[in-house]
């Protein structure tokens, strides 16, 4: 059995932890501190990071990681390695479509570029064994939601999001902030008569209520509520008077930026 934690960071940010036995790999470890308490209170050694973008809260504690364990891996794209300031060990260069195993975990990643939020965002995709797949798409997909354009454009981010909705229905999302339930108001305005929109949003407010995440969300559960991978829909082009999902996309962003 494979799990998957969240380590908590700074305001919002999630660290997941993707853990057998003893062994771990950490995605977009922002903060050295709160991974490496996590680490030696479940007895576990980290042999990978996967890194999704270059932004700050992603990327800052990997030299404290890998100063404690010097043959700790780091996956990155060539465009984000290039844009940290930190001088990062053990880099293994990730691209679209590329495949690797990680034999110490027994596992496959299949890399999928995501630009927009930044120009080399990654996300990672893996099917666990006999458990449901998982993809850790950083700041690009969250729940109910999608992240800020600060390097790309609105067609790339819209291309992200629909590589991403390629993938199985019942791949288990893990973004990498808890920002949903800010999304779900926002695509509550959107479409307003989407019970899946009302229903979640109760279910997420129980879960914040005693502090637990609301993620990992599914795409299954996305594609019903959250706006930007229902672009497609030509009920909801209309009501928002766009010609076509991309034109709807970038409305929608471009709205939701002045939210
Ligand atoms: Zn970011």
Redesign the pocket.
């Known amino acids: 059995m494979y799990h998957i934690t969240a380590i908590a960071a700074f305001k919002d940010n999630y660290i997941w932890c993707l853990h057998h036995q003893h062994k771990a790999v950490l995605v977009d470890p922002g903060d050295a501190e709160v991974v490496h308490a996590f680490l030696t209170a479940h007895q576990l050694e980290p042999v990978a990071i996967l890194v999704t973008?270059h932004?700050w809260?992603?990327v800052d504690g990997i030299p404290a990681l890998q100063q404690h364990w010097p043959e700790l891996a780091v996956y990155i794209s060539a465009g984000e390695r290039d844009k940290t300031k930190h001088q990062l060990k053990n880099c293994h260069i990730v691209s679209d479509a590329m495949q690797f195993a990680m034999k110490e975990l027994q596992l496959t990643f299949n890399v999928l570029a995501v630009p927009g939020?930044?120009l080399g965002h990654v996300a990672y995709f893996c099917q666990l064994p006999e458990q449901e797949p998982v993809l850790f798409c950083?700041?690009t997909l969250f729940s109910g939601g999608c992240?800020r354009l600060?390097e790309g454009t609105h067609q790339q981010m819209y291309q992200s999001l629909q590589k991403i909705n390629t993938l199985p229905s019942n791949t288990q999302i893990y973004c990498?902030h808890e920002y949903t339930l800010a999304n779900l108001q926002f695509a509550h305005e959107v479409e307003p008569d989407n019970n899946a929109i009302v229903e979640y949003r109760v279910w997420c407010e129980a879960k914040r209520a005693v502090n637990l995440p609301t993620l990992p969300s599914s795409l299954d559960k996305e594609r019903q509520m959250n706006p930007y991978l229902r672009c497609e829909m030509p009920a909801l082009q209309q009501r928002w008077q766009q010609q076509n999902g991309s034109d709807l996309f970038r409305f929608l962003r471009l709205w939701k930026d002045r939210y």
């Open positions: 973008h932004h809260d992603h939020h930044t950083g700041d992240g600060f990498t």
